[in-house]
């Protein structure tokens, strides 16, 4: 069974002397980290929706889903990391909140991440159909479709978190497993596609460069939707990465039951989701130049504006 923020946090308070210190200790550790890592999560994903904003070469579709999932990343740094840190807080003062708050946390824990793990999903979809649809890709998979994508999947990120207030705790939790294990799947078949696709089309793509000037241009874009895939693959790498180890402390969890060194754990693989926001801004930067040339031109033009204000005082 599904153990909730409730439950857990609980073992908190029933826990014997030593168990406290602890936890006292990871606690104190995971306010310190979360407090320096909620204001990089905001500001980073700001200046990347700005920039993802001003990219006019993205098309508008993957520019859709980005901006998607740079506001769930904004979302976790401004609403998510706070909460938890004031329930940890709460933990080392000894002062028991109400189950109605730590159910607000969960809720609102699922509402985000719901939305990114989605939003990774729906990015490698819109990539996998780029690279197969080529030509007919711009005709079906249109910039209002996309935009009924990314509404569908906040409205069903409201309707999953939500599940958390009406739905047993078990069977909520097996909704949670079979959606995350479906995503997953897809995902990873989606890209083990583009990866077969991409090797399909190294022998045409260096067939290409000795064509005329309308085949280089079709290699070049070719090329460019490999780039945007290999990025996007990145984004889902991490994500995996970020948030496996959360699932593995709940499935411990519902196995074993709430210990001590569970606890613990629960505690640091949360922080690892929140990590996972700061994350996405990087790996824009790092693998989609575009991107990464529009972040450095606002950073640039900040500290220029910051150094001519600090001149005139």
């Not at 029933?14 to 406290?20: M, Q």
């Not at 939790?173 to 399909?200: K, M, N």
């Not at 039951?257 to 949360?270: A, D, E, K």
Request: proline share 2%; glycine share 2%; charged share 10%.
């Amino acid at each position: 069974m599904k153990k909730s923020s409730c439950e857990v946090f609980a073992l908190y308070f029933n826990s014997s002397i030593s168990e406290r210190e602890d936890l006292d200790s990871t606690s104190i550790v995971n306010c310190v980290f979360n407090g320096f890592l909620c204001y990089t999560v905001i500001m980073l994903n700001i200046v990347t929706i700005h920039a993802i904003r001003k990219t006019s070469s993205l098309p508008k579709t993957l520019k859709t889903l980005l901006l998607s999932l740079a506001v769930s990343d904004v979302g976790v740094g401004f609403l998510v990391q706070p909460f938890y840190i004031s329930l940890l807080v709460k933990g080392l003062q000894q002062n028991i909140a109400a189950c109605n708050t730590y159910k607000a946390f969960d809720v609102m824990v699922v509402l985000f991440s719901t939305a990114s793990f989605c939003g990774v999903v729906a990015i490698s979809v819109d990539r996998s159909l780029a690279i197969h649809l080529h030509l007919r890709y711009q005709e079906l998979v249109t910039h209002k479709r996309v935009v009924a994508v990314v509404i569908s999947i906040w409205v069903l990120s409201a309707f999953w978190s939500s599940m958390a207030l009406w739905v047993p705790n078990d069977i909520h939790s097996l909704f949670v497993s079979i959606g995350t294990v479906i995503g997953l799947l897809v995902t990873t078949l989606i890209y083990i596609r583009i990866y077969l696709a991409v090797r399909r089309h190294k022998n045409q793509i260096q067939a290409l460069q000795v064509q005329n000037a309308a085949q280089t241009s079709e290699m070049a874009n070719f090329a460019s939707l490999i780039k945007s895939a290999i990025g996007t693959f990145y984004v889902f790498l991490v994500f995996l990465v970020c948030y496996l180890p959360i699932f593995i402390c709940l499935a411990a969890l519902a196995t074993l039951g709430p210990n001590i060194t569970l606890n613990r754990s629960l505690l640091f693989s949360c922080t690892l989701v929140f990590l996972n926001s700061c994350l996405n801004p990087v790996i824009y930067c790092w693998k989609m130049r575009h991107i990464r040339q529009k972040v450095m031109n606002i950073l640039r033009n900040m500290s220029w504006h910051r150094n001519r204000a600090s001149s005139l005082l």
